[in-house]
């Protein structure tokens, strides 16, 4: 590849040399500039003169960014290295995943995963149930979510790291986020660019519900976004969500239906309330799932419908599904007495799922604490989506227990005043009892002494809540 293709193909301008820097030119690995090796192309949002003397200083083949500043045209310039500038860093991004899956991982067949709910559990399963065949498999969903935003190089440096110690790539499942911005602003499209680039055989579309607040302001934003990934996956299957309205109204070529009530379409596989049914067969019983939660339930049957879709031996795609084991913070169990279960539900559709699905443990004579971190530097908007659905899940029996999590949380994930406000007054308004912790410590401490051995706690919430696990080992 000549730089200037990757010019034109990420719609970008060079600046100073004209040619990689590299003597050998481009390696073909895409990374960060601290991971990167003489040939590497690094990837950027932004960029100073002290980067690009750094850069130069490694010998990489040239550096993309969208935002340079501090000095690093006029470096750049001084030390005729190539730097790159595009208006649109996805672009970047997408033209890594692609020429790395292309010079990584040709041979592989390739799945990906987007939808509001139900990505990582659904993608999870999906990479159990294949390396359950023996495949070798690769997927970008890990337990905290990190590297699933396909916004840097992470997965394309994870697909060629992993070609390069252990040898060819069977499949790849990649898990897309299906709204994604950077500084407030929406990355138009990123869910069916990054699609394309993978080059799908399989794709799944979990449901469409609100949750970036600021990249999107209605439903429809989202439905928008999602409604080019078919496109994107073109004649391959799309394995899609009949319970789910606006999924139900994408256009997709090849669908293939999961559904927690009976189907009658042949490329489809249900949940017929004791069992997952395929072509007139339970292949699974109720006892046989490794949860049993409606929304948890879904994912499976996504996993199972992608899967099939493979042309995976159903024999496989069992014992998979009944070998799984969750990925952290997707309703897990951390304590018997009292029993606590921590998910990591953060937007309104998980938080309402997630509570309903905990109420169903209760008996009457237990108690329900439900203790929600705040999303903290998330704004007003999601906050009040998210309290709301608390409010819409209150019975007499459940005791809600909110944190600030100051204790635990960077400056990123700080909650700020307006956001605790907005917390406050909806529940008063509401009529509905809480105490607030500033410190996730103190309230995981506090909840633990004020309940009862036969009680359950439920921990919800996103950053301000990932360390509970490990406080609460501490504490019990």
């Known amino acids: 590849m ?56 490694k010998n990489i083949a040239c550096l993309i960014t969208q935002n340079p500043k501090d000095g690093a045209i006029e470096t750049a310039e001084r030390l005729n290295f190539p730097l790159v500038i595009t208006d649109k860093i996805e672009l970047a991004n997408a033209f890594a995943l692609s020429h790395t899956i292309q010079k990584y991982s040709a041979n592989s067949t390739n799945v990906v995963i987007t939808g509001t709910n139900g990505k990582s559990t659904t993608s999870h399963l999906i990479y ?49 986020s299906e709204v994604q911005g950077w500084l407030g602003n929406i990355m138009k499209n990123h869910a069916a660019l990054m699609s394309q680039a993978v080059n799908p055989e399989v794709g799944v579309i979990t449901n469409i519900a609100m ?55 042949s490329n489809s596989v249900y949940f017929d309330g004791s069992g997952i049914v395929y072509q007139n067969e339970t292949i699974l019983t109720l006892d046989d799932l490794p949860f049993k939660g409606s929304h948890f339930i879904q994912n499976i049957l996504s996993a199972i419908g992608a899967t099939i879709s493979l042309g995976i031996d159903m ?118 009892d809480f105490i607030h912790y500033d410190n996730l410590n103190e309230c995981l401490s506090e909840t633990y002494k004020k309940a009862d051995k036969k009680d359950i706690i439920l921990l919800i919430g996103a950053q301000g809540m990932d360390p509970a696990e490990s406080l609460l080992k501490d504490i019990i």
């Open 211 to 265: 949750d970036h607040i600021g990249l999107v302001e209605s439903i429809d934003d989202v439905f928008d976004e999602i409604s080019a990934v078919p496109k994107a996956i073109g004649d391959g299957v799309c394995v899609l969500n009949h319970d789910d309205e606006l999924v139900m109204k994408l256009d997709a070529a090849n669908p293939f239906y999961i559904s927690m009530d009976e189907l009658t379409e």
């Open 2 to 57: 000549e730089i200037q293709d990757l010019v034109n193909a990420i719609h970008g301008v060079l600046i100073g040399n004209v040619d990689f820097f590299s003597i050998d030119g481009f390696t073909g690995k895409f990374t960060f500039l601290n991971d990167a090796h003489t040939g590497d192309i690094v990837i950027r949002h932004w960029i100073n003169g002290k980067g690009i003397e750094m850069a130069f200083k």
């Open 315 to 432: 024999e496989v795609i069992v014992e998979g599904v009944k070998s799984y084991q969750a990925l952290n913070r997707r309703f897990a169990k951390l304590n018997d007495e009292p029993l606590i279960y921590d998910d990591f539900a953060h937007n309104p559709d998980g938080i309402r799922a997630t509570i309903s699905e905990t109420k169903k443990l209760l008996s009457p004579n237990q108690t329900l604490y439900v203790v929600c971190s705040i999303r903290g530097s998330r704004g007003v908007e999601i906050n009040q989506l998210n309290v709301d659905a608390i409010v819409e899940s209150m019975d007499d029996n459940i005791q809600l227990i909110l944190s600030s999590s100051n204790d635990v949380v960077n400056s990123l994930n700080f909650v700020e005043d307006d956001e605790r406000e907005v917390f406050f007054k909806t529940l008063n308004d509401n009529g509905i």
């Open 128 to 176: 159990h149930i294949l390396k359950t065949s023996g495949a070798h498999v690769l997927t970008n969903t890990d337990s905290e979510s990190e590297f699933n935003t396909l916004i840097d190089p992470m997965v394309s440096k994870l697909i060629s790291d992993e070609a390069i110690a252990n040898g060819e790539i069977d499949y790849l499942v990649i898990e897309i």
